[in-house]
T-cell receptor, first 115, second 111 residues
Framework: NAGVMQNPRHLVRRRGQEARLRCSPM?????VYWYRQLPEEGLKFMVYLQKENIIDESGMPKERFSAEFPKEGPSILRIQQVVRGDSAAYFCASSPGQNPDYGYTFGSGTRLTVV | GEDVEQSLFLSVREGDSSVINCTYTDSSSTYLYWYKQEPGAGLQLLTYIFSNMDMKQDQRLTVLLNKKDKHLSLRIADTQTGDSAIYFC???????????FGSGTQLTVLP
């Protein structure tokens, strides 16, 4: 059981480019959550998805950020026209469909640096 | 307020006990969690406690919950250098599925 897989581990983008972050949930998990961790801060919730559905995007910035979780393949967090303030670690977590009460399983994160 | 609050730093000597404190915000929080993050790594779930419990013990870890004061603590017995990391508490508010995290406590274990 490979756990939650995120790639790339590190991503460097110039201002104005697009960043695409990928997350493959644990086998058997159908719910995916994206969190952002700014330097020396805790994790902030961004978006919660099930297959082909966005359930809660209350933590997503209104512009430039989007997320999807297609029927086949990984969940993608997409940041268009990146700015320096987007530099952060982005973590994905997954949980089984019914019960997240026992805590989510997190991936190792993608560290985005905007230069 | 809306924040989950933790002190930023804690240093202990190897072999001593560590106590990391957290104040959460929502009296309707159902589950409370402790996560560990080592440098450059993701978050590892250490333990969780349901809101109708006041204590949970798991090997070297003891979680205490004071629901009246909305205070959560994590005690690590016989702290080792491998315990050096950032520890986050998190709450699951009401029926929400996402977690709300504190800013983390950097634990440093001195030899």
């Amino acid at each position: 059981n490979a756990g939650v897989m995120q790639n790339p581990r590190h991503l460097v983008r110039r201002r104005g480019q697009e960043a695409r972050l990928r997350c493959s949930p644990m086998k058997g998990h159908s719910h995916v959550y994206w969190y952002r961790q700014l330097p020396e801060e805790g994790l902030k919730f961004m978006v919660y998805l099930q297959k082909e559905n966005i359930i809660d995007e209350s933590g997503m910035p209104k512009e430039r950020f989007s997320a999807e979780f297609p029927k086949e393949g990984p969940s993608i967090l997409r940041i268009q026209q990146v700015v320096r303030g987007d530099s952060a670690a982005y973590f994905c977590a997954s949980s089984p469909g019914q019960n997240p009460d026992y805590g989510y399983t997190f991936g190792s994160g993608t560290r985005l640096t905007v230069v | 307020g809306e924040d989950v609050e933790q002190s930023l730093f804690l240093s202990v000597r190897e072999g001593d006990s560590s106590v990391i404190n957290c104040t959460y915000t929502d009296s309707s929080s159902t589950y409370l969690y402790w996560y560990k993050q080592e440098p450059g790594a993701g978050l590892q779930l250490l333990t969780y406690i349901f809101s109708n419990m006041d204590m949970k013990q798991d090997q070297r870890l003891t979680v205490l919950l004071n629901k009246k004061d909305k205070h959560l603590s994590l005690r690590i017995a016989d702290t080792q250098t491998g315990d050096s990391a950032i520890y986050f508490c998190a709450e699951r508010r009401g029926s929400a599925r996402q977690l709300t995290f504190g800013s983390g406590t950097q634990l440093t274990v001195l030899p």
